[in-house]
């Protein structure tokens, strides 16, 4: 298979052989269940949807309902998608994968939704200096973003300039986290390295081979 879906529990270090602290993520991967197998014939395209998490009953319309009970499985909170497999690793409607397809020492990626921040500045949002050494266009407004383009010509201001605007909140994707240590009884993955998103929230963890 490859990947799952899970959520972030948080944060945590170990000491690896050499005694030095690795910060570390922990990942609650899976259970997921199999609740469709797209094909070429039907589809178009080969996919494997995966379904993880609780839901309330009542909140699921009966459309899934169905969906769900097709593959004799509890109505889950979240689907996704997953389109490239390993040779042999094929799987089959209503099988439920838990962290046992990964390994330690392997290498992931994992995507999710970064915290959102709000509105915010040149500064936090771009990495601007500020005033600093008095730059040309911000006079004494320290935290400015400047002048901004042309004068007469073309008198408006490019698409794509770096300016004040919402910050997070988007898809991103952590490639090459390696996998530290896997509780299997527990369904966790410790990864190295940090991933996006705060506690509890929604990742999709993909293997590359």
Same mark, same amino acid.
């Given at each position: 298979?490859?990947?799952?879906?899970?959520?972030?529990?948080?944060?945590?270090?170990?000491?690896?052989?050499?005694?030095?602290?690795?910060?570390?993520?922990?990942?609650?991967?899976?259970?997921?269940?199999?609740?469709?197998?797209?094909?070429?014939?039907?589809?178009?395209?080969?996919?494997?949807?995966?379904?993880?998490?609780?839901?309330?009953?009542?909140?699921?319309?009966?459309?899934?309902?169905?969906?769900?009970?097709?593959?004799?499985?509890?109505?889950?909170?979240?689907?996704?998608?997953?389109?490239?497999?390993?040779?042999?690793?094929?799987?089959?409607?209503?099988?439920?994968?838990?962290?046992?397809?990964? +390994?330690?020492?392997?290498?992931?990626?994992?995507?999710? &939704?970064?915290? /959102?921040? @709000?509105?915010?500045?040149? !500064?936090? =949002?771009?990495?601007?200096?500020?005033?600093?050494?008095?730059?040309?266009?911000?006079?004494?407004?320290?935290?400015?973003?400047?002048?901004?383009?042309?004068?007469?010509?073309?008198?408006?201001?490019?698409?794509?300039?770096?300016?004040?605007?919402?910050?997070?909140?988007?898809?991103?994707?952590?490639?090459?986290?390696?996998?530290?240590?896997?509780?299997? +009884?527990?369904?966790?993955?410790?990864?190295?390295?940090? &991933?996006?998103? /705060?506690? @509890?929230?929604?990742?999709? !963890?993909? =293997?590359?081979?």
């Amino acid at each position: 298979m490859s990947g799952l879906l899970g959520k972030k529990i948080g944060m945590t270090s170990i000491y690896d052989a050499s005694g030095k602290m690795v910060p570390c993520t922990v990942i609650e991967a899976g259970p997921c269940v199999v609740t469709q197998i797209r094909t070429k014939d039907n589809d178009g395209y080969e996919a494997i949807q995966l379904a993880f998490g609780e839901v309330k009953e009542k909140k699921v319309t009966k459309a899934l309902k169905g969906h769900f009970a097709k593959a004799n499985t509890e109505p889950k909170a979240h689907l996704a998608e997953f389109t490239r497999f390993e040779a042999g690793h094929q799987k089959s409607f209503g099988d439920i994968l838990t962290v046992d397809v990964f +390994e330690e020492g392997e290498f992931i990626d994992v995507s999710g &939704v970064s915290k /959102g921040k @709000g509105f915010q500045g040149v !500064i936090k =949002r771009h990495n601007f200096a500020g005033v600093g050494g008095a730059t040309h266009g911000q006079h004494n407004r320290l935290r400015a973003p400047g002048s901004l383009g042309a004068s007469s010509w073309p008198s408006r201001v490019f698409p794509g300039m770096r300016m004040a605007g919402r910050l997070g909140g988007a898809k991103v994707k952590v490639i090459n986290l390696q996998i530290v240590k896997i509780l299997p +009884e527990k369904n966790l993955l410790v990864v190295k390295g940090s &991933v996006p998103g /705060g506690v @509890g929230s929604l990742l999709k !963890i993909e =293997r590359w081979s």
